[in-house]
């Protein structure tokens, strides 16, 4: 049974760090893509950041370009991202997702199997 499990979350200041993580379980890690989503108040879903585990190959959303790297830990089945300069309008649900290859990482249709969701509160 798949599972991805996020870290907790946390409230910050404006240009303030968050680090969350998504540890894996139940699937073949290097043949899926673990993607970053969230969901901010009142906003649709949108896909943050991914990577293909396989190679390490990694995809950004233009609001987070230059701001959020996504890593990994092949041996931990683990995937990270680290947030900097956050601001008010990253404040979301971050859920992290597993699902196989495609040509649109970003795209949460794509996707299989989910986390719970963790919250990112980023105050000004």
């Known amino acids: 049974q798949a599972q991805l499990i996020e870290s907790a979350g946390g409230s910050v200041q404006t240009g303030g760090s968050l680090k969350l993580s998504c540890t894996t379980s139940g699937f073949t890690y290097n043949l899926y893509y673990i993607g970053w989503f969230r969901r901010g108040p009142g906003k649709e879903r949108e896909g943050v950041a991914a990577i293909w585990t396989n190679t390490g190959r990694t995809s950004y959303a233009e609001p987070v370009k230059g701001r959020f790297t996504i890593s990994q830990d092949s041996d931990k089945k683990t995937v990270y991202l680290q947030m900097n300069s956050l601001k008010p309008e990253d404040t979301a649900m971050y859920y992290c997702?597993?699902?196989?290859?495609?040509?649109?990482?970003?795209?949460?249709?794509?996707?299989?199997?989910w986390g719970q969701g963790t919250q990112v509160t980023v105050s000004s």
């Open positions: 997702a597993a699902g196989p290859y495609s040509s649109n990482p970003l795209e949460a249709s794509h996707y299989n199997y």
